[in-house]
């Protein structure tokens, strides 16, 4: 797919499951070395358990990954600060957004055009 600034819905879906992929498979890659650096039961209950499953700095690592495959941007904005409970959540997110940067942008140019369509033919 080349870099676009937009596109349609139908477009968006289509790579909808190319993105989750993308996701899940960095998210296990991330999972298999983490093995290591598992925390002891008892650190689990402490200092563990307040981090987040998938931190921001993760997530840039996974965003790189996307842009990589799919050539779509993803801004350092559409990260979630604090990261992410699961991978069922930063996918959620990370498509909400997605969509919202390159399939809503499309909606509201083409019903801009169609308003000043309108206007032209006088109503």
Do not use: C, Q
């Amino acid at each position: 797919m080349s870099d676009k600034k937009t596109m349609t819905e139908e477009d968006f879906y289509k790579i909808t499951p190319k993105i989750e992929k993308i996701l899940h498979n960095a998210w296990e890659e991330e999972k298999s070395s983490r093995k290591d650096e598992a925390p002891s039961s008892e650190e689990k209950n402490d200092i563990w358990s307040a981090l987040p499953t998938i931190d921001s700095k993760v997530a840039v690592v996974f965003a790189v990954k996307v842009e990589k495959e799919t050539k779509l941007k993803v801004s350092e904005e559409m990260i979630r600060k604090g990261g992410y409970d699961s991978i069922t959540e930063l996918v959620r997110d990370f498509l909400t957004k997605l969509h919202k940067k390159y399939v809503e942008k499309v909606k509201a140019i083409s019903g801009k055009i169609k308003s000043r369509k309108r206007r032209r033919r006088g109503g």
